[in-house]
């Protein structure tokens, strides 16, 4: 069974750090695209960030190119979010996913988002 | 980038039919086929019922179908049951920065 874990998220203040995680289970993350989604509390779904294929390549949200970072540790079969210069904007449940733009194999092509984890609430604020 | 423009609610009654609509561009909706569709219960994560415009994955209800016209999607619910109530929302690949664009979502209600 394909699982997601998230953890990380906390209380942080304007201008801070956090990083957050996401273990994988039943699917090894290099063979597959795998992205960040947010959601404000009481808001709707934001897109994030996405790494894909062998290569890891990486695509960003406008709202997040500069501050986020999005990476893989292969032996850990884990992903991460490395924010910096956090907002309040940014306060948000942070989901990971199974899914995303992907250019394995040659061509590229975008999987839907399946599963989800039960995603981890990072706040911002003073 | 804007976001996908959706109702922000629908409502029907138990066995009734009722249809989301999904309003982009030809960036986004109408000028590709990865349109998917989630259902997100209250304090839950999103939950994949539709991808590629029309296809269910394994284990959601056929009651659950979509499709496309020009710019617009569309998810269409048959049998309205009450475990339908909850939130919607349609997501497409887009072309611009940002590689995806969500819908703002519709709360759909069981009267």
């Known amino acids: 069974e394909v699982q997601l874990l998230e953890s990380g998220g906390g209380l942080v203040q304007p201008g801070g750090s956090l990083r957050l995680s996401c273990v994988a289970s039943?699917?090894?993350?290099?063979?597959?695209?795998v992205t960040w989604v947010r959601q404000a509390p009481g808001k709707g779904l934001d897109w994030v960030s996405v790494?894909?294929?062998?290569?890891?390549?990486?695509y960003y949200a406008d709202s997040v190119k500069g501050r986020f970072t999005i990476s893989r540790d292969t032996s850990k079969n884990t992903l991460y979010l490395e924010m910096n210069g956090l907002r309040a904007e940014d306060t948000a449940v942070y989901y990971c996913?199974?899914?995303?733009?992907?250019?394995?194999?040659?061509?590229?092509?975008?999987?839907?988002?399946?599963?989800w984890g039960q995603g981890t609430l990072v706040t911002v604020s003073s | 980038q804007s976001a996908l423009t959706q109702p922000a609610s629908v409502s029907g009654s138990p066995g009734q039919s009722i249809t989301i609509s999904c309003t982009g561009t030809?960036?986004?909706?109408?000028?590709?086929?990865?349109v998917s569709w989630y259902q997100q219960h209250p304090g839950k994560a999103p939950k994949l019922i539709i991808y590629a415009i029309r296809n269910r994955p394994s284990g959601v209800s056929n009651r659950f179908s979509g499709s496309k016209s020009g710019n617009t999607a569309s998810l269409t619910i048959s049998g309205l049951q009450a475990e339908d109530e909850a939130d919607y929302y349609c997501s497409s690949y887009t072309i611009s920065n940002n590689l995806y664009v969500f819908g703002t979502g519709t709360k759909v209600t069981v009267l």
């Open positions: 790494i894909s294929d062998s290569a890891g390549r990486t």
């Open positions: 996913a199974k899914g995303g733009w992907d250019c394995s194999g040659g061509s590229c092509y975008s999987s839907p988002f399946d599963p």
């Open positions: 030809s960036s986004d909706v109408g000028g590709y086929n990865y």
């Open positions: 039943g699917f090894t993350i290099t063979n597959y695209a």
